[in-house]
C-alpha cells in the first residue's frame, strides 16, 4: 500500500516541530510563528486519521505546499542552530521509542488476533448451543447405531473446536468424493462446543455422509484419566527456523511444522472396533476423492502422513535429548493422515508416547504442550509410510508464494500457519479454495455476522 505522501507529511512535521520553538522567541515573527503552528496542528490531525495515502483527504497537496512556503520563510529568519540541533535529536529519540513500542504492540496485537477465536465465531457456537437446549435436538449417533463401529465403511476423524471450520473440512471432503453413503465422519471436540456441533450437523447435512459429534470430555478412558490427558488436545503447530545452507549466503527460512496432539495417541481407545481411520485438520481443505487411502498398503508403518525432509531429526538434537534415532530421518506433518490402528496396538504407540512425555519432564501445561513435537516424532519414528507430495499442499496459512498450479491439482490445501483462511488475518488469494465450502443461508451465521 502507498504511503509515500504519509512520509512526506511526517518528515515535514519534525522539521516543523524542530524549528518552531526557536521561532516562537524571535520578536516581529508572530504572524509566522502563528502561521507555522496552525500548520503542525493541521497536519497532526491529517496523519492522526492516516496510515497511508489512500486515508488522506483530497486537500492534502495544498496542505503539504503551504508548510513547505511556511518552512522556507522559517528558513530564511535567523535562528539559533544548536536549538534546532537539540529539538531534531529530541524528536528523533521519542520517534525511535514510540516506533519500538509500536512494533512491539503490533507483534501481541498480532499474536492475539490469530490465537483468539474470532467474536463471530464464538457468537455462532454460543448460539447453536442455546438452540441446542431449546430444541432439544435428536442425537444423531442414536440415528446410525450400525455404522459406528463398522470397519467396513470409510471412518473420517476431526478433533476441532471450531464449528465453522469442522463444517469446511467434511464438506469438502464429501462433495469431492465418488460415494458419500459410507463415510463417517467423527468430529471430537470439547464440553464448550459439543452441544453447538451437534446441533450444526443436525441441521446441516452433507450428502449421505453421517456425521457423529464426540465429547471427549465424557469418554471413559483407561490413559485419560491415568496420565492426566482429560482435556482435548488440538494438532500443535510448531515455527522452525531452517538454514538454507545451500544457498551462497546463510538464510533462514520460518515453515510451521503441525503435529499429533496428546489426544491423537487415544485414537486406539477411542475408536476400538476400528481398524483404519482417516484423521484430517480442521485447517485442511479436500479438494479430490480420498477413497484410494483405504486400499493403500501402508507396507507395515502406522502412520501414512506426508513427510517434511526439510527438517530432519539430526537438525532437532536439543529437543530430542538421548534417545535413539536416525539423524536422516525427516520430520512428518499432521492435516492429512491415514492410521492403521491394529499396527499402532501392535506397536503399544500410545504407551511409546506417554513414557516420552514423562522423560521429557513435563511439570505443566506449557511444557506438555511444548512436549508433543519431539515425544510425537520419536513415538512413531520408523513407522512412517510416506505419502506422495501430491496428497497434500503445505503452507497456505503462512507462505505468500504458494503456486496457483499446485493449488489446483493438489489433494488437499492444508492451511498451516498462523493466517487460517477465517480469520481475516487469512491470505486473501488463498481464502477463495476454504470460502467455496462455507455453509450458505445458515441463519446463526447470518444473525453473529460470520463473514470470513
Keep these: 500500500m502507498d504511503d509515500s505522501t504519509v512520509k512526506k507529511l511526517k518528515d515535514q512535521l519534525f522539521v516543523a516541530r524542530a524549528y518552531y520553538p526557536s521561532l516562537a522567541k524571535l520578536n516581529g515573527q508572530q504572524k509566522l510563528s502563528h502561521d507555522m503552528k496552525q500548520n503542525i496542528q493541521e497536519h497532526e490531525h491529517m496523519l492522526s486519521e492516516a496510515i497511508v495515502d489512500a486515508d488522506l483527504p483530497t486537500f492534502v497537496e495544498k496542505k503539504i505546499q503551504k508548510m513547505e512556503q511556511t518552512i522556507a520563510r522559517t528558513k530564511a529568519c535567523t535562528v539559533d542552530c544548536k536549538n534546532v540541533d537539540k529539538k531534531l535529536r529530541q524528536i528523533l529519540d521519542l520517534t525511535e521509542d514510540e516506533a519500538n513500542f509500536h512494533l512491539k504492540q503490533s507483534a501481541f496485537l498480532y499474536q492475539l488476533g490469530v490465537q483468539t477465536m474470532p467474536k463471530s465465531l464464538h457468537c455462532l457456537s454460543m448460539r447453536l448451543t442455546v438452540e441446542f437446549f431449546k430444541s432439544l435436538s435428536t442425537d444423531s449417533k442414536n440415528s446410525h447405531p450400525n455404522k459406528l463401529d463398522s470397519p467396513n465403511l470409510m471412518h473420517f476423524v476431526i478433533f476441532s473446536k471450531n464449528i465453522l471450520a469442522a463444517a469446511v473440512t467434511i464438506n469438502s471432503t464429501v462433495v469431492n468424493s465418488q460415494v458419500s453413503q459410507n463415510m463417517i465422519f467423527h468430529v471430537v471436540t470439547d464440553a464448550q462446543n459439543y452441544y453447538g456441533m451437534k446441533l450444526w450437523f443436525v441441521r446441516n447435512s452433507y450428502k449421505e455422509a453421517t456425521i457423529v459429534v464426540i465429547n471427549f470430555e465424557e469418554l471413559n ?26 544457498q551462497p549466503t546463510t538464510q533462514m527460512s520460518t515453515e510451521y511444522i503441525t ?143 504458494v503456486n496457483v498450479e499446485d493449488m489446483k491439482t493438489a489433494t488437499s490445501l492444508h492451511y498451516n500457519g498462523q493466517m487460517k483462511p477465517w480469520l481475516d488475518l487469512g491470505i486473501p488469494e488463498y481464502k477463495k479454495y476454504w470460502k467455496i465450502y462455507l455453509t450458505q443461508d445458515e441463519k446463526f451465521m447470518d444473525e453473529c455476522n460470520v463473514n470470513p
Design 221 to 246: 478412558l483407561e490413559h485419560l484419566h491415568n496420565d492426566g490427558l482429560t482435556k482435548l488436545s488440538l494438532p500443535v503447530e510448531f515455527r522452525a527456523y531452517i538454514h538454507k545452507m545451500d
Design 259 to 401: 503435529v499429533f496432539g496428546h489426544s491423537h495417541y487415544l485414537l486406539p481407545e477411542i475408536f476400538k472396533n476400528l481398524k483404519r481411520v482417516v484423521v484430517l485438520d480442521d485447517d485442511v481443505v479436500v479438494q479430490r476423492d480420498l477413497s484410494s487411502l483405504w486400499n493403500l498398503h501402508l507396507q507395515g508403518k502406522v502412520n501414512g502422513a506426508i513427510e517434511f525432509c526439510r527438517l530432519r531429526f539430526g537438525q532437532l538434537k536439543m529437543l530430542l535429548g538421548r534417545n535413539s534415532y536416525d539423524a536422516d530421518s525427516c520430520a512428518w506433518m499432521s492435516g492429512l493422515n491415514i492410521i492403521d490402528l491394529e499396527k499402532w496396538r501392535e506397536h503399544n504407540v500410545t504407551g511409546t508416547y506417554l513414557r516420552l512425555l514423562e522423560s521429557f519432564g513435563t511439570k505443566n501445561e506449557t511444557s506438555l504442550r511444548a512436549a508433543a513435537f519431539p515425544a510425537g516424532l520419536l513415538a512413531l519414528k520408523n513407522l512412517i509410510y510416506p505419502l506422495g507430495e501430491r496428497w497434500s499442499l503445505l503452507g497456505l496459512g503462512h507462505n505468500y508464494s
